[in-house]
């Protein structure tokens, strides 16, 4: 579609129903404003006239399931209205053009060779993501891609998933003839993330800013994990959720985040087996004592919560399907409290004078027992980075204002969940 075309598209009510759902209704004009934005920096740095697409995926919020992908658990976990939103069209030649405004980066890419015009973590990435598209049998080629993410960067809500997701629909699009389903997508992440950050992570962020909507992942069999919607409204319930952040980025923390995965399955290899979906928390306890010697408490304590953790999904699911909202609040508190007490990811042991999450827990968690509702809890990979509050409608703008007062001014998110996952998204007006 031409630039002067999509910007009466955006005009339209189609486009205004849309984008409530996407962003909230409060929300439509400031990111029709974004997205006018996008185009007019795409036209001053490639030039007007072309036939461009847009494209978004969302970041994601857990609500159960932390840290389990990785060892072929299950999780919980919705897409939000924060996003990565890129405006890109195909182009004749072998180079690749990304300007990523958030980041002030503006690089190119050879098709052939993978080889990126600068040096940085986000132009590794991409070309991490480019190899794990062609290792899986896909094609790529050249194009333009003007980029911009209001995601919170580093805290936990996948910006950096949301960025890969974002690439794997607009390769999807312009060079597959959209072959590709949401598990390819988030297997081609995970892959520029192992490969190209040496980061071990699992498909939960992936899979979650992909899909969109809450979802129930079960990863037992990696290659082809079993995905499931929930039909469940937040705001029908009376709650919404709030996105706090501590102030301290997690980006530095990979040693730290990818101990977790590397512990819980020393724990498995006590048994003969890969990962903790393979054992049970029966056969933990039967050979505690041994498992102590042979991989020290934390790493027991962590595959402990993984068994929990794994179960706890189960009956969040059966809570939401039974409209058991007060009993899946009940399992969202349990859960952070397994994170922080077992899995011991609430701060780094390393910086350990600086707990902006077990405070930012604290404080909320004295606010919702005065109200004598609502639940909080670590959020996403922990170690600093955000929490998650579910609070009551009743109660959000009190609590935001508390939580900015008291606590970190500028902190504060409020969340919907969207029902996109990564979208083309002129092909849904």
């Not at 002067?4 to 759902?21: D, G, H, R």
């Not at 007019?40 to 399931?65: C, D, F, Q, V």
């Not at 060079?175 to 892959?191: P, R």
């Not at 006590?270 to 393979?278: H, I, M, S």
Request: glycine residues 8%; negative net charge.
């Amino acid at each position: 579609m031409k630039t002067n075309e999509i910007f009466e598209t955006l005009k339209t009510k189609e486009c205004e129903e849309l984008f409530s759902k996407m962003y909230g209704r409060e929300q439509v004009d400031e990111n029709r404003k974004r997205y006018e934005d996008l185009i007019t920096g795409y036209e001053k740095r490639y030039g007007a006239g072309e036939n461009i697409e847009i494209y978004s995926a969302p970041g994601r919020t857990e609500l159960g399931g932390n840290h389990t992908d990785h060892n072929n658990g299950k999780v919980l976990a919705g897409s939000i209205n924060l996003d990565c939103v890129g405006v890109a069209s195909i182009q004749d030649g072998d180079t690749i053009n990304i300007v990523s405004v958030d980041y002030d980066l503006d690089f190119s890419i050879n098709v052939n060779t993978l080889q990126a015009s600068i040096e940085s973590s986000t132009a590794k990435l991409v070309c991490g993501l480019l190899e794990g598209v062609q290792k899986r049998g896909h094609k790529i080629g050249g194009f333009h891609a003007y980029i911009s993410s209001n995601v919170i960067s580093a805290a936990g809500v996948s910006s950096s998933a949301s960025f890969e997701m974002l690439l794997c629909a607009i390769i999807n699009d312009l060079f597959n003839d959209n072959s590709l389903d949401m598990v390819e997508y988030a297997k081609i992440g995970q892959y520029a993330e192992n490969h190209n950050w040496n980061k071990s992570s699992g498909l939960l962020d992936q899979m979650a800013c992909a899909v969109g909507g809450i979802i129930h992942i079960d990863f037992k069999n990696e290659e082809m994990p079993i995905v499931s919607q929930m039909n469940i409204d937040f705001y029908q319930e009376g709650y919404g959720i709030v996105i706090v952040n501590t102030g301290k980025s997690h980006a530095d923390l990979s040693e730290e985040y990818s101990l977790v995965p590397k512990e819980m399955k020393s724990v498995a290899n006590y048994f003969g087996k890969t990962v903790c979906a393979e054992i049970s928390l029966e056969d933990i306890v039967n050979n505690i004592e041994e498992l102590r010697k042979q991989v020290g408490d934390r790493a027991v304590l962590r595959a402990i919560h993984f068994c929990d953790e794994n179960g706890r999904v189960d009956k969040q699911v059966e809570a939401l399907q039974k409209n058991n909202f007060d009993q899946f609040l009940h399992l969202v508190a349990e859960s952070g409290n397994s994170s922080w007490k077992l899995l011991q990811n609430c701060y780094s042991i390393e910086n350990y004078n600086e707990q902006g999450i077990p405070l930012a827990l604290t404080l909320t968690k004295m606010f919702l027992d005065k109200k004598g509702r609502g639940v909080c809890r670590v959020h996403g990979g922990g170690f600093a980075g955000v929490i998650m509050a579910i609070v009551s409608l009743e109660d959000m703008d009190e609590y935001v204002a508390f939580m900015e007062n008291k606590f970190l001014k500028n902190s504060t998110y409020k969340m919907i969940i969207r029902p996109y996952g990564a979208i083309n998204v002129l092909k849904l007006i």
